[in-house]
């Protein structure tokens, strides 16, 4: 019960913070679960972010119920769930009152200029984390540049990427395995070969 209360004020918390949709949640999620609790990875941060993007629904809410669900389960899925979006209810509450009493204040604007900046930043500061450990490879690299001039230049869904790119992985992961079996199969006879003529 403990960590359920810990999952849900831990996400209270992201959820005050996090502005500048699902992407500007990345590092926070990095810091606070990777860096500082040990409870995921980085790769499965990644995999709940691929995920969360091909899923139905917000996808930084996609992804703090995949992280809760994996710490505690459905309760902790709950738990992570309610406490991510519980400041956005409270906030947008708030400010659908007053905002239109403020919305045109210059220091108001120039406050709002510079959150997009520090969303930029952070954004940027979790996808040079992200390419580390994504791009490791040509197969991986060639991948990357095609679905980047894709998502650029053309109007496919962005969930369309990933489950092209996780066909595609199956599919490398196949032929791998494949040419290791292979390898193996071949090491294997070479031995055998040897250790034939040595007895003769």
Known sequence: MKKILSLFLIFFKLGIVNFGGGYALLPLLQ???????????????????AI????????????????????????????????FVSPALIVIFVIATVLNNFADIPQVQSAFSAVRVCVFVLILSALIKLIKKSIVDVITLILAVLILFLAIFTPIPLYAYVLVAGTIGI??????????????????????????????
């Open 31 to 49: 810091k606070e679960f990777v860096e500082k609790r040990g409870w995921a990875t980085d790769e499965e941060m990644s995999d709940y972010y």
């Open 171 to 200: 599919i490398v992961g196949l032929i791998r395995q494949k040419k290791n079996r292979k390898e193996a199969k071949e090491e294997l006879e070479k031995l055998s070969s040897k250790e034939e003529k040595e007895e003769k």
């Open 52 to 83: 969360g993007q091909c899923t139905p629904g917000a996808i930084a809410v996609n992804v703090s119920t995949f992280i809760g669900y994996k710490i505690k389960g459905v309760l902790g899925g709950i738990a992570a769930t309610l406490g």
